[in-house]
């Protein structure tokens, strides 16, 4: 018996020793000897293949993708063996011979760093499939050519374009800020593609090979020790509704501007439209950097984001913010009501006096020129203590809607806009060297008062929130994680009481509504909506036309803004486009035939 127990404990001292030395072995390869055998990486004896892994889709909020991978292809050559007759070459892959004497030399230039003769270089990359595959067979005729599959974006359906972004080789900045890219990587450039990066882009896998004297690879080193799988990167599912999206930069053909709709019960932005577009497609592939240098040189600032970018005067639409913030100080009631003399403030005709509802239904502006006076001054008028003091209040219920700041929506370069105050006012005027006759053009959106497209969509969103928003944003999911903590992260409380916003959905709805509204024209026969027009001015040309809405009056679904630059008043075009976008995104088709085709044929740039 103790000759089995000795044993028994000599079976188990060997197994001991042998996971000892499997240990150290493990320890050697994966902690001592890694950094060593990384660095050897760039010695002629060792070949490092990336495996690239597929970039992260992006759908719509009904799981249509709206943003996909494609296999690319990239032509390289072994200059050892490269001898090819070099104008049948060039016209194989349709390019010039200066330009293939360009990319040989590129090749050989010591800026060229992995440069071998023995080692396959890159000559074009990201050939799409639908011209490779009309050269393939040919290709592998020549000696010394080779072929690396990647991946590309594909966008089915060419639409969102800035909302989506591109992506684009990574610059040297890229190289020195982030070791995950090497020199022939990309990554996203603009919109989701960037803001997402590191979720989309996933994680690369690494294969290396020992290789002879002549870069031709003889075994797999450390028998893969070493070796990584790539990992896919994680989709993105948005809050855009495609078709909708689709239908705004139909109607915005011909136009210089932005719509944006949100979901007002939650910040999801239904659509980003940005006028003039481009076909996201051409920002994919080989042709980039030269379909980029066309799009930049268009007029019309094809590639500006002027959805979240562009600072405008908002015009008449604070209007009904100006009307929450006096019936919150108990300044005004419903049945507030001023003359509208013109001497004060130029208007157009309507009736007069007019209630607080019955002004925002026609958009007087001598009627705001008494409000926010009022606001300001609480009737001890050419007292400037008061004035200041009066203006600091009033600035603290503007912010709270949001203006003059970002309001923190998911892409990158969001605008901030401007709420002037009296710091401004002493820089420009003089500290207390003006008053309300110099700066009275706020109260009505104008003057130094500046909002993104974005914003406006967010004041429909307080309106018809009754006095509170939530983050716009536009990523619900990263992968199958939820990402959105609506009531504890998202939601925005304004200054107001939910009470006080009766009252002005009554004038809102009668914007379209009543007789004399400002977008009578505008009016969806089965759909209550609530809007408000503007007229922004432009000290440079026509005037830009603005509107809000949001439908239906009671528990609202969407909320818009239409802005149009050069397009004159807001009940012309945006307040049409508006609606007809309201109209399509409940009915999902349009009736109003002949209101689309006066839009569509409204062109204010060529």
């Not at 990384?38 to 009904?62: L, M, W």
């Not at 109607?251 to 501007?257: S, T």
């Not at 980003?272 to 497609?281: H, I, K």
């Not at 012309?572 to 689309?596: C, Q, V, W, Y």
């Amino acid at each position: 018996m103790a000759s089995l127990e000795s044993r028994k404990y000599h079976i188990y001292a060997l197994f001991a020793f042998f996971f000892l030395v499997y240990l150290l072995r493990l320890f050697y390869v994966q902690i001592v000897a890694k950094d060593f055998f990384e660095n050897r990486t760039e010695h002629d004896a060792v070949d490092v293949d990336i495996e690239f892994p597929p970039r992260g889709n992006i759908y719509d909020r009904y799981g249509k993708v709206l943003a996909q991978n494609e296999i690319a292809y990239d032509i390289m050559i072994t200059m050892r063996d490269f001898k090819v007759d070099t104008q049948k070459f060039c016209t194989l892959l349709q390019i010039d011979t200066a330009f293939f004497n360009q990319k040989m030399d590129e090749i050989k230039s010591k800026k060229n760093k992995g440069y071998s003769s023995y080692i396959p270089q890159e000559f074009i990359s990201l050939m799409k499939s639908e011209k490779f595959g009309g050269i393939k067979e040919r290709l592998f005729n020549y000696k010394g050519v080779s072929v690396k599959k990647r991946t590309i974006r594909n966008y089915p359906k060419p639409i969102g374009a800035h909302v989506l972004g591109y992506t684009n080789k990574v610059s040297s900045s890229d190289l020195r800020k982030d070791s995950y890219y090497n020199p022939r990587d990309y990554k996203g450039a603009s919109g989701l593609e960037s803001y997402y990066e590191k979720k989309l882009r996933g994680q690369k896998g690494v294969r290396r090979y020992l290789t002879n004297i002549k870069g031709e690879r003889i075994a797999s080193y450390l028998e893969g020790a070493l070796d990584t799988v790539s990992i896919a990167g994680e989709n993105l599912s948005t809050t855009l509704d495609g078709n909708l999206q689709e239908y705004g930069e139909y109607l915005m053909q011909g136009k210089i501007g932005a719509i944006v709709a949100i979901e007002p019960n939650s910040g999801e932005v239904l659509t980003l439209v940005n006028a003039p577009t481009y076909n996201p497609n051409l920002l994919s592939g080989g042709q980039t950097g030269a379909n980029y240098k066309i799009l930049e040189a268009k007029s019309g600032n094809v590639l500006f984001q002027r959805a979240i970018k562009s600072r405008q005067p908002p015009g008449s639409i604070v209007k009904t913010m100006q009307s929450a913030i006096a019936l919150e100080l108990d300044l005004a009631n419903e049945f507030t009501a001023y003359r509208c003399n013109k001497n004060l403030v130029g208007c157009h005709n309507h009736d007069s006096p007019l209630t607080l509802p019955e002004s925002i239904q026609s958009s007087c502006n001598p009627y705001y020129y008494h409000l926010v006076n009022k606001i300001f001054t609480k009737g001890r008028k050419g007292n400037m203590a008061q004035l200041r003091k009066g203006m600091d209040e009033w600035e603290t219920y503007v912010r709270s809607f949001g203006f003059g700041s970002p309001l923190g929506i998911d892409l990158y370069g969001e605008k901030d806009g401007n709420v002037p105050d009296k710091r401004e006012y002493d820089v420009i005027y003089g500290k207390n060297r003006w008053n309300w006759r110099t700066i009275y053009s706020i109260a009505i959106g104008q003057g130094e008062f500046s909002v993104t497209p974005l914003q406006m969509a967010n004041l429909a969103c307080i309106m018809a929130n009754k006095g509170h928003y939530y983050r716009p944003h536009l990523v619900t999911e990263i992968g199958s994680r939820n990402i959105v903590l609506k009531d504890s992260l998202f939601k925005r409380e304004t200054r107001i009481d939910s009470n006080h916003f009766e009252v002005i959905h009554n004038g809102m709805q009668a914007v379209l509504e009543g007789d004399g509204g400002t977008a009578k024209r505008s009016k969806i026969s089965n759909i209550t909506v609530c809007g408000k027009t503007g007229t922004s001015q432009n000290p440079h040309g026509d005037d830009h036309s603005v509107f809000i809405a949001f439908a239906p009056r009671y528990a609202p679904k969407i909320a818009i803004a239409v802005f149009v630059e050069n397009a004159g008043g807001g009940g012309g075009t945006a307040a049409p486009i508006a609606s007809l976008m309201i109209e399509k995104f409940f009915n999902k088709r349009i009736e109003r035939k002949e209101l689309e085709s006066d839009m569509i044929k409204k062109v204010f740039y060529d």
